[in-house]
């Protein structure tokens, strides 16, 4: 069983930046790819970033750019930089392990508790 806590999430106006916190109860080294999903009312959830164990990253292209996932493997954190931030980027934000190195909704194992977001204009 993994638990993980998400922080960082907030209202901001558009233009400005957040950083999500995503901290798991077990060494994350351990765990194949991890990733930050997030789903807005009405829409599917969706991979915004991801990270795998060897440490290649990948992203959604709507925040290529934008967005920097990072890891900071003593603290056994997964951190989300959000810059320039749009209306559009308005989601309720969650952290996900993968049981595979295949950042996918399909191979996510378990799930943060999410963390609003909402982005003014």
């Known amino acids: 069983q993994v638990q993980l806590v998400e922080s960082g999430g907030g209202l901001v106006q558009a233009g400005g930046s957040l950083r999500l916190s995503c901290a798991a109860s077990?060494?994350?080294?351990?765990?194949?790819?991890m990733g930050w999903y997030r789903q807005a009312p009405g829409k599917q959830r969706e991979l915004v970033a991801g990270?795998?164990?060897?440490?290649?990253?990948t992203y959604a292209g709507s925040v290529t750019g934008r967005f920097t996932i990072s890891r900071d493997i003593t603290e056994n954190t997964v951190y989300l930089q959000m810059n320039s931030l749009k209306p559009d980027d308005t989601a309720v934000y969650y952290c996900?392990?993968?049981?595979?190195?295949?950042?996918?909704?399909?191979?996510?194992?378990?799930w943060g508790q999410g963390t609003q977001v909402t982005v003014s204009s």
């Open positions: 077990v060494n994350i080294f351990s765990i194949d790819a």
């Open positions: 990270i795998t164990r060897t440490g290649r990253t």
């Open positions: 996900a392990t993968h049981s595979v190195p295949l950042l996918a909704i399909t191979t996510v194992n378990y």
